[in-house]
């Protein structure tokens, strides 16, 4: 990994990671002398769920180690984004983790963000000796009980929450500057690769591993491959339903891995409720940010 990182540095690249935050402390010094990256780390949670839901295979102290060191990164100024996994149960002891960032005082840090981001339905059923959600929220819903436990005030701006952009999407509307309208509906579909450690090349996260849907490959030669990569690559939104939808400068068709575990194809049109999601964002932008 030191020599693709230090070619990359030689090349003036900076490298944004995506990563489970648990082995980072084996790499602190090397991070501390090359400030050329930012991390993303996930959470499932407070110690009691994230320890049950992601334990370490030996150890007992997942939640505490990662803990650790995403405080070890902000203290050394890298940036840090900490994404939430959230559900029906999660979101019952979100405020319990709102402190621990409080009192660690990430939220000071300007090179901090957390988000909250919806657990799928299959998920979230998984049985992880937790009670399971008495209900699985809907895309809607999720945003709903964000906004309803002021986890964006409480947090002074430092929670977010994923709604793919809608909410900053209408804030420009509202205000009438530009907007970003969008053609797709995330860069899995307008370039994205992630290479992982078999050879293969796939271009959505959620797919990785699926060998039908990667997209190419890079060992022994890179190479996208014409058939597959169409798929992802080549989805014209205007031959699907979405083409008639008033949403779809906004939505862009839906999420396609979703479309692909719930019907088998990866293709535009899984709404998992974005219109009520926009009209409920819509209320709240207004509320917030043009009524006052
Ligand atoms: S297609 Fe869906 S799951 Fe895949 S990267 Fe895009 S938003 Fe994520
Ligand atoms: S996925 Fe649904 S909400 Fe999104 S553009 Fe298509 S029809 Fe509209």
Redesign the pocket.
């Known amino acids: 990994m030191i020599y693709i990182v230090e070619k990359g540095k030689e090349l003036g690249y900076s490298f944004s990671v995506t990563s489970n935050g648990y082995d980072i402390d084996k790499y602190l010094d090397y991070i501390k002398d090359n400030k050329i990256f930012s991390f993303q780390i996930t959470l499932d949670g407070i110690a009691e769920i994230h320890n049950k839901r992601k334990p370490h295979y030996k150890n007992e102290d997942s939640f505490e180690k990662i803990f650790a060191n995403i405080d070890s990164l902000l203290k050394l100024g890298i940036p840090v984004v900490v994404r939430i996994n959230t559900d029906t149960y999660t979101i019952e002891y979100i405020d319990k983790l709102l402190e621990l960032f409080e009192e660690k005082g990430w939220c000071k840090y300007k090179h901090f963000m957390a988000y909250c981001a919806l657990l799928r339905k299959e998920i979230t059923k998984k049985k992880d000796g937790l009670p399971s959600p008495k209900t699985i929220f809907t895309q809607s819903e999720f945003c709903r009980s964000y906004y309803k436990k002021k986890l964006s005030v409480l947090s002074e701006g430092k929670l977010k929450c994923q709604d793919y952009n809608t909410s900053d999407i209408l804030k420009s509307l509202l205000q009438g500057k530009s907007l970003p309208y969008k053609g797709c509906f995330c860069g899995a579909q307008s370039g994205m690769i992630i290479f992982d450690p078999l050879g293969d090349i796939y271009s959505c996260w959620d797919v990785v591993g699926i060998r039908e849907q990667r997209v190419g490959r890079y060992m022994p030669e890179f190479e996208l491959d014409e058939e597959l990569s169409k798929r992802w690559f080549d989805v014209r939104?205007s031959k699907?339903?979405?083409v008639k939808?008033?949403?779809?400068l906004f939505?862009?068709?839906?999420c396609p891995s979703f479309s692909f575990r719930d019907k088998g194809r990866v293709e535009?049109?899984?709404?998992?409720d974005?219109?009520k999601l926009f009209t409920f964002l819509m209320r709240q932008v207004y509320n917030d940010y043009l009524k006052k």
């Open positions: 939104i699907y339903k979405c939808c008033k949403y779809v939505c862009g068709g839906g535009p049109g899984a709404c998992n974005y219109p």
